[in-house]
């Protein structure tokens, strides 16, 4: 029963991943320039995890720090 608690709580801090709406504006093999409320950034496409389009609007679920 000691294994079921040894990683608990975790030593590091987990990154949270949030929705943030997005224009795409241009796209390579491995990122999608995207512009946000921040403005342009880089986003790579290993970063997304998932993709929304409703009425007209996309939205991206990626990490926070990936936005900044």
Do not use: Q
Request: charged fraction near 30%; charge should be positive.
């Amino acid at each position: 029963m000691h294994w079921l608690f040894y990683n608990y709580p975790p030593k590091y801090p987990v990154e949270r991943k949030i929705w943030i709406k997005i224009r795409f504006i241009h796209e390579t093999d491995k990122a999608i320039l995207v512009y946000c409320n921040k403005g342009r950034i880089w986003i790579p496409k290993s970063r997304i995890y998932k993709i929304k389009l409703r009425k007209g609007v996309f939205k991206v679920y990626t990490k926070k720090s990936t936005v900044g």
